[in-house]
């Protein structure tokens, strides 16, 4: 009787204490991902397996604040300082996949925040180019890379609107931070037959993930998906 009285106890204190892991609890945070992408990516329809296996290896909890770390892979975003987000994880791997990445391409990603989305693009290509408005977020995301031992991703801090001409085109670009229409410049820097996914729409309102190619210097676009992601601001000058 005092045995199941132990058990019972244990099992009760098991129920009502939310999961607390620490950084250096590898093994468990490996299971945690394994799960997530299992049950949140796989089991949604996701299929590409080279983007099942860079969500499987990427270390999600080390790009959010240590307060977080215990809820980096459940099935929603995250504060990440600065009063930004880090994407959910199944919205990561959705706009992954419709990349269509191959290995020697090159990326460019506006809208850094914590370098999660960068590092996922940097398993599948060959050099990833990211850029980050807000300074403080940059240099994280940055440091963060580098730990993680990162060497095809570079990090700009700068505005995204204008894109990176010096290392355009490129074969991809993903935007996470929504503009009200698709930055010009953007269009400019992605090669003939690039593809583009970016969430588009005003601010407050459901946003449009838009998903582009361009074919003959034009830009063709179809809605994939209702979305809501923080806007993507105008720089000062
Ligand atoms: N991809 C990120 C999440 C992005 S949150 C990740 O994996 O963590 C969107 C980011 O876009 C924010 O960090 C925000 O500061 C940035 N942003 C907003 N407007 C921008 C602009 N004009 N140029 C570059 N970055 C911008």
Redesign the pocket.
């Known amino acids: 009787m005092r045995k199941i009285q132990f058990f019972l106890f244990f099992f009760i204190i098991i129920l009502i204490c939310p999961p607390t892991l620490s950084a250096g609890d590898t093994d468990d945070f490996v299971s945690l991902r394994e799960s997530m992408v299992d049950r949140q990516i796989a089991a949604m329809g996701i299929e590409d397996p080279r983007v099942l296996e860079a969500m499987r290896k990427v270390p999600r909890h080390l790009?959010v604040p240590e307060r977080y770390r215990a809820l980096s892979y459940r099935d929603h975003p995250l504060p990440?300082g600065?009063d930004?987000?880090?994407?959910q994880p199944y919205i990561?791997a959705f706009m992954t996949e419709a990349l269509n990445l191959r290995p020697e391409d090159r990326v460019l990603?506006?809208?850094?925040?914590?370098?999660?989305?960068?590092a996922i693009l940097a398993e599948l290509v060959k050099e990833v180019y990211t850029?980050?408005?807000?300074e403080k977020?940059g240099k994280r995301a940055r440091q963060t890379l580098d730990t993680l031992g990162y060497k095809n991703i570079w990090v700009k801090i700068?505005?995204?609107?204008k894109g990176w001409p010096e290392n355009a085109p490129f074969d991809a670009i993903i935007v996470?931070?929504a503009p009200e229409q698709i930055p010009e410049a953007l269009v400019r820097q992605l090669d003939e037959g690039g593809r583009m996914i970016i969430p588009v729409g005003r601010q407050g309102t459901v946003q449009k993930l838009v998903r582009a190619v361009k074919k003959k210097g034009r830009i063709v676009a179809k809605d994939v998906m209702y979305v809501r992601?923080?806007?993507?601001?105008?720089?000062r000058d």
């Open positions: 790009f990440i600065e930004q987000t880090i994407s990561v990603e506006i809208g850094t925040g914590s370098g999660y989305q960068a850029i980050e408005i807000i977020l700068g505005d995204g609107y996470t931070c992601f923080v806007p993507m601001v105008k720089g």
